[in-house]
């Protein structure tokens, strides 16, 4: 069994033993078949692939050897061509031929790492013949459009604009049909050098200082144009003007010639460019033109022209259509000559925002007119009665219906019942403002107030308002601008201090009414409670009395100072003594007099009054207080004394003149107790100085007389031991004083 399967499986064993030799052997063949390839056909590749790697870079160095050389013949055929066009004066295709070659250089000069000498003489050689067209161009551009200019020294003044002159070439002699290019040419030969923003922008800022900006400035000055037969000529003559500013209208009429003249013999010749259209080329000229110089041409209008156009009075706004009917027409002019595009530009919509141009300038003008009432001089005065007014327009009265309800209401219970209403009856005049004197600038200040709010009733809802903010702005520049403006004045004259007083009365006297008569006139937003002046009253009173108040100090200051000189009225009997008190009194005198003059028919009567015995009782406290001081009075001291007091007493009440009629004038001095305090204590310390001691025990009578109601028993007592020597008797008066 075990050799049959032996026998079996041996021939197995040496067929698979064959297989094996066999593919050893082809594995050896494979082996040699590899080495043989990795040793001479990978060797004759590498060779192949370096072969083809220098032919590649020789290639690559021969084509750009080669494009280098073509750029630099392009350079030399477009030099020889430009200097050829030069020569004939084809400035295009001269222009071209430049920029042909300046591409054909830059091309050159991107070829990184490699660099050649020459290109550095070509940059230059481009340079030259650049500016070498450019100056021919220039030369020809001088001839198209020739300037004649005031000498700079002469300035921007109407004479010296008189002297300027723009010559516009037109159509070239038959000498120069040929040679002579036209404006389209120079034009482009400008456009493809890239040289035409520049030139226009040259033209464009002289266009504007010596012919544009002039025809707005000046009214006088008119465009004149001569036309020859190669040339126009534009210059302008002046005429007597009608107005100190120019009318918008006439100002657009000018403008547009000059822009039609413009349009016609440089801005609108078809240009020679075979890429572009012609429209389109024209349109880009006329629209580089106006952007350059539009700004600055619509902001002159507007501030030279426009502005001063704009109405002052409402009545005139419905004239104002002319004027911008005429800004559209004027716009609409420019851009079908190309030189604006768009739609609205600034120029119209200012002049279609009249209404709000309007209240701006008419608030200025309210301010400035009332800041020049205000800086004016304030002694010019006018006399305010109860009877003057100012010229108030004639307001409906919004209840009017109701006040003849009240009527009728009245008169039913009238009948029906018994009259219990008082028969007196309140003057006409109880709630008016007292005779006085005011600055005239303040009466046609409050007339601007009230002329300022008429016009804002027949105003736009925001002009309505504008105005009448305008209004109150006046009455607070006048709280800040007078009492600084005039601080000096105000300080050292008493009559202005006066006058000052009465204006910021007769200010708030008008602020208390001044809302409420026109509040059912103005618009709706002002109706409901805001249209009103009655908060500014307060702060004009007090304005007004600080001012006349710190007058009133500086004037008993003064008195007191020259009382200070009477020596304390001790020891009249001393000649020195007297004569330096009497100066005393008479120099009080005299000071209350002046004020008494400078103050008379300026202020209201009982303001008056009072002030001058509020000054008067000063000196008589003061003399009071002097006397009663006293320690010792001798009987010639007393009679002294009491001549000095009869000087007073007979003098003081003529210090009371508030009228100029001296008749009228009496009432108020026999008054002078009514407005002087001290006055009957005064008369009491006279007869104290002539009487002996039982009138003065009689004077004080238990203390209820009249001496009593004046002083105090320890006063009384004191002027009796200066008065009286020690006696029995003075003893026993002096214990009846109590």
């Not at 507007?302 to 800004?327: F, M, W």
């Not at 207080?625 to 006293?630: H, P, Q």
């Amino acid at each position: 069994m075990i050799n049959k399967k032996y026998s079996e499986f041996l021939p197995s064993m040496q067929s698979a033993e064959d297989l094996v030799s066999q593919v050893d052997g082809l594995s050896g063949n494979i082996d040699l078949l590899k080495a043989g390839i990795e040793n001479e056909v990978q060797r004759d590749l590498n060779v192949a692939v370096a072969e083809f790697a220098e032919l590649k870079q020789q290639l690559e160095r021969d084509t750009l050897v080669l494009s280098i050389l073509k750029k630099l013949q392009e350079f030399d055929t477009a030099i020889k061509e430009y200097n050829t066009a030069l020569l004939e004066k084809k400035y295009v295709a001269a222009a071209q031929q430049l920029e042909k070659a300046r591409s054909s250089l830059k091309m050159l000069e991107s070829r990184k790492g490699f660099e050649l000498k020459i290109l550095k003489a070509l940059g230059i050689e481009l340079t030259v013949q650049t500016q070498n067209m450019l100056y021919h161009l220039g030369e020809e551009w001088q001839k198209l459009a020739a300037w004649k200019l005031p000498p700079s020294k002469e300035g921007s003044s109407l004479e010296s604009v008189m002297h300027s002159e723009l010559h516009l070439h037109t159509v070239p002699s038959k000498e120069e049909d040929i040679a002579g290019p036209p404006v389209a040419s120079v034009l482009q030969a400008f456009a493809v050098l890239g040289e035409l923003h520049t030139k226009l922008k040259i033209f464009g800022q002289l266009l504007l200082k010596y012919i544009l900006k002039p025809l707005i400035s000046y009214p006088s000055l008119q465009p004149l144009t001569e036309e020859q037969s190669d040339v126009f000529i534009l210059r302008f003559k002046s005429e007597e003007p009608n107005l100190d500013h120019s009318s918008p209208i006439e100002v657009f009429d000018k403008i547009k010639l000059i822009f039609e003249v413009l349009h016609k013999y440089l801005l609108n010749v078809p240009l020679d460019q075979p890429a572009e259209d012609k429209k389109e080329c024209r349109v880009t000229l006329a629209e580089l033109l106006g952007d350059m110089i539009w700004e600055e041409l619509s902001d002159c209008l507007i501030q030279n022209c426009l502005v001063n156009s704009i109405p002052t009075n409402s009545s005139k706004l419905e004239q104002y259509i002319e004027v911008i009917k005429s800004t559209e027409e004027f716009e609409k002019a420019l851009k079908n000559m190309q030189f604006l595009k768009g739609d609205t530009t600034d120029l119209l919509k200012y002049a279609r925002n009249v209404n709000s141009h309007f209240a701006n300038k008419k608030c200025q003008d309210v301010i400035v007119a009332a800041r020049n009432l205000m800086t004016s001089e304030i002694h010019n005065t006018v006399k305010i009665t109860p009877d003057s007014s100012v010229a108030l327009p004639k307001l409906p009265d919004p209840a009017a219906g109701d006040h003849l309800k009240m009527q009728k209401t009245s008169k039913l219970l009238h009948n029906d019942m018994v009259n219990l209403e008082n028969e007196t009856k309140l003057s006409q005049y109880t709630f008016s403002l007292p005779a006085c004197r005011i600055s005239s600038s303040v009466e046609k200040l409050m007339e601007l107030a009230y002329q300022t709010l008429l016009e804002a009733t027949a105003s736009t809802d925001q002009c309505c308002i504008q105005l009448f903010y305008s209004v109150r702005n006046i009455f607070q520049l006048f709280y800040d601008v007078v009492p600084t403006y005039h601080k000096e004045n105000l300080q050292k004259l008493p009559q202005l201090a006066a006058l000052h007083h009465n204006n910021c009365m007769y200010i708030a006297h008008h602020l208390l009414t001044l809302g409420h008569q026109f509040r059912y006139r103005l618009t709706n937003i002002l109706c409901d409670g805001a249209a009103t002046f009655v908060d500014l009253v307060p702060g004009f009173r007090r304005l007004g009395m600080e001012c006349f108040l710190a007058q009133m100090r500086v004037q008993k200051g003064e008195i007191l100072e020259r009382l200070s000189s009477a020596r304390n009225f001790s020891n009249m009997d001393d000649e020195e003594n007297y004569c330096a008190a009497n100066k005393a009194i008479r120099q009080v005198l005299h000071q209350l007099k002046r004020l008494g003059k400078v103050w008379q028919d300026v202020l209201p009567v009982n303001v008056y009054c009072k002030a001058m015995g509020t000054l008067l009782n000063t000196a008589l406290s003061e003399i009071i207080t002097r006397i009663a001081a006293l320690e010792d009075i001798s009987a010639e001291d007393a009679d002294r004394l009491y001549s000095l007091c009869r000087t007073m007493v007979e003098e003081g009440p003529q210090v009371f003149t508030p009228l100029p009629e001296d008749d009228k004038n009496k009432k108020y001095q026999e008054e002078v107790p009514v407005y002087v305090q001290k006055w009957m204590m005064f008369k009491e310390l006279m007869i104290i100085l002539q009487a002996n001691l039982q009138e003065i025990v009689d004077q004080w009578a238990d203390g209820k007389g009249p001496l009593a109601a004046e002083f105090s028993a320890g006063e009384v007592k004191s002027l009796i031991r200066a008065l009286f020597q020690n006696t029995e008797r003075r003893a026993a008066a002096l214990a009846k004083i109590k």
